[in-house]
């Protein structure tokens, strides 16, 4: 590793250790937080190894038109940003990043806002933006040798971490909830030749699991963890810069489940921050399932001094986490920027989903829960009608299929969920379904559908 340009920084103790040095559960030996990676080197204002910031931006734009793969890539395209690899030749790409950034015109006319886009990391390789992080932290563990890797996961990481694993021909080992997960992901990992364990335990447990394993036998932990997962998974902030001409949207809103994706795009923007690339921070929000609040919790009760890990229920199940991980690094990244943190209810989410899928992107569940929190934060006169909004969406529709299904059906919900057929999140929910009708096969059958007048 090019220990010279990057070393572990204890968020907790401030502890600072060498990369190599970390512990297999990437937890400080003195006081048990989380590390982030840090680059002495750009703390010297005049230091030798200090970016060039007009240089950069230039630099960074020109890569797109290069047919390196490295270049290609959404993540390596702005290497200076994470030098840590020893060779780029170590990295492992599969051309990840450089994902859409869409304008949400019938969103954001109901909301009153002129301004509001979708990040879309759904349109990652394996259609999730685990794959911005992976491609850091696999290369780092073949750079370091490793012959297994190893994750515990709600699905998209655990689908992330095969493919690259088998792109850089490494063992990957996969523990996963039982039946929690969404079928789409669990196809991937199987695809992508991981070793995969369903367990009897939430994803809570599979990573309490694994923190074991790891002790036990040579296998690197890709979960996030990894502080180099946070590395890939920043740049998705230097990318929404970029497309804003580096000046930055007002708002980004993000979903809420281990708190890795939105610790790491708040230390993208503070780096580009402190380096003098942009002039402010965006306000950055994070929105969580109401059944799987902690952080809502933490926020209200102690004002993120502490955490209370809660039972977690949600059928977002990307995010159907009670024990978020890097909870305590999104506390700082919420309070360094002012955003907020909010919960969403299940039908919220189904019709945030039902939205989206309207605009012709369509997203996972744990996705839609960024446009439904934005409502209540419009509600809230928290955003503004001349805010611009980016809403960062984590995962591609079809991952979770059977949801959309479901929802069109009219049986993903309890009456319980929506307040009974008669309330006013049953009628928008109603106006939202798009189900799938039998019908003869004639033409006037197929007319008769078009304008509604089926059977
Ligand atoms: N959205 C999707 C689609 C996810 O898969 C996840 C997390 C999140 C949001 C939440 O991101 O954990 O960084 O706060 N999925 C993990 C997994 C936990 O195992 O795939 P986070």
Redesign the pocket.
Known sequence: MNENLHRLRCFGCGARIAGADAQPDFRCAQCGELFEVEYPGWSERHGHDRPNPGALKWLWRDRRASLEPADQSGVWRFRELLPILDSLDNAITLREGNTPLYHLPRAAKALGISQLFAKHQGMNPTG???DTGMTAAISVARERGFEWVA????????ASMAAYAARAGLRSLVLIPEGKIAWGKLSQAMDYGAVTCQLPVD?DGCLRLLTEVVRQAPIYLLN?VNPYRLEGQKTPAFEIAEAFEWDVPAHIVV????????SALGKGFRELHELGMIARLPRISVIQAAGANPLVRSLAETNGAALEPVQAHTRAT??R?GN?A?WRKAVRVIQETGGRCLDVSEAEISIAKAEIGAEGLGC?P??AVTLAGLKKLRAQGFVAPEDSVVLVL??HTL?DAGYTIDFHRGTLLTEEETGGSGSEIAAEMAALRRNAVAVDATASAVLAAMKGKVG
């Open positions: 999730s933006f685990k994750c515990a996961s709600t699905g998209n990481t655990s994803f996030s979903p809420g489940g281990n708190l890795g994706n939105s990307a995010i986490i978020p890097s996972e744990a996705s984590t995962g991952k």
